[in-house]
């Protein structure tokens, strides 16, 4: 239960951090930000829950 919210909470960043790198750039989000997005939030979840394994 707690890896699926871990990923929700990931879900939810990625997106406010989408929003906020598209006003910030003006209305452009260049393919390179929004891809950079989506790999710091599966590292994220990937970092999260190999602490949470090691702490079982």
């Keep these: 239960m707690r890896t ?3 990923i929700l909470l990931a879900v939810m960043i990625s ?5 906020t790198v598209f006003l ?3 209305g452009k989000a260049d ?3 929004i891809l950079g997005i989506i790999i710091g939030c ?3 979840i990937f970092v999260v ?4 394994k090691k702490q079982s």
């Design 4 to 6: 699926k919210r871990i």
């Design 15 to 19: 997106l406010i951090s989408a929003a």
């Design 24 to 26: 910030l750039n003006g």
């Design 31 to 33: 393919w390179l930000d």
């Design 42 to 44: 599966f590292l994220g």
């Design 49 to 52: 829950v190999r602490i949470q």
